[in-house]
T-cell receptor, first 112, second 114 residues
């Protein structure tokens, strides 16, 4: 069974640009969550999608948005990039409410 | 809001020895999940062990076991017979029974010395 796949693995963007990150969950998993990981703030929850609906949202500005498609694949978008958006973005999938989340390898975003 | 605290930023252990990583959490819920995740230098988050709050029995996975003290809101991870491959950042995480949102602690960097 394939794991969670995140693309791209690495990205370098310029301040003011926008970026889209993709996450394909484990087959059969309908819940996808996104996290931002930085040395200073640790792991912070961005949002969670279930059956194409945003079910929960963390404390991030509106520049951060996401969506989920009917095949459960999810994308997150960051507009008007700032230097502080440089981070590892992790996607996790899980079987609805049940237990553990499985993570992808992350997308390393660098904003210059 | 739920919070998770890992008070040990760094720990070290000799190969083949035992080490315990600490985690405390705060919640008003009676049922929830707790997890330990491992993040090696590759940055891949790997599930180590899970505990369901309504289960009194401590979870065990091979060399990994937990000491779950619900009243004290404590959830420590014991690694027995430590191996070089256990070196990583370890995160304690909390999840409510509804939804998939995880709340993570700050992490503990574990070094295994040969």
């Amino acid at each position: 069974k394939a794991g969670v796949t995140q693309t791209p693995r690495y990205l370098i963007k310029t301040r003011g640009q926008q970026v889209t990150l993709s996450c394909s969950p484990i087959s059969g998993h309908r819940s996808v969550s996104w996290y931002q990981q930085t040395p200073g703030q640790g792991l912070q929850f961005l949002f969670e999608y279930f059956s194409e609906t945003q079910r929960n949202k963390g404390n991030f500005p509106g520049r951060f948005s996401g969506r989920q498609f009917s095949n459960s694949r999810s994308e997150m978008n960051v507009s008007t990039l700032e230097l502080g958006d440089s981070a590892l973005y992790l996607c996790a999938s899980s079987l609805a409410n049940k237990g553990e989340a499985f993570f992808g390898q992350g997308t390393r975003l660098t904003v210059v | 809001a739920q919070t998770v605290t890992q008070s040990q930023p760094e720990m070290s252990v000799q190969e083949a020895e035992t080490v315990t990583l600490s985690c405390t959490y705060d919640t008003s819920e009676s049922d929830y999940y707790l997890f330990w995740y491992k993040q090696p230098p590759s940055r891949q988050m790997i599930l180590v062990i899970r505990q369901e709050a309504y289960k009194q029995q401590n979870a065990t996975e091979n060399r990994f076991s937990v000491n779950f003290q619900k009243a004290a809101k404590s959830f420590s991870l014991k690694i027995s017979d430590s191996q070089l491959g256990d070196a990583a950042m370890y995160f304690c995480a909390y999840k409510e029974t509804s939804g998939s949102r995880l709340t993570f602690g700050e992490g503990t960097q574990l070094t295994v010395n040969p």
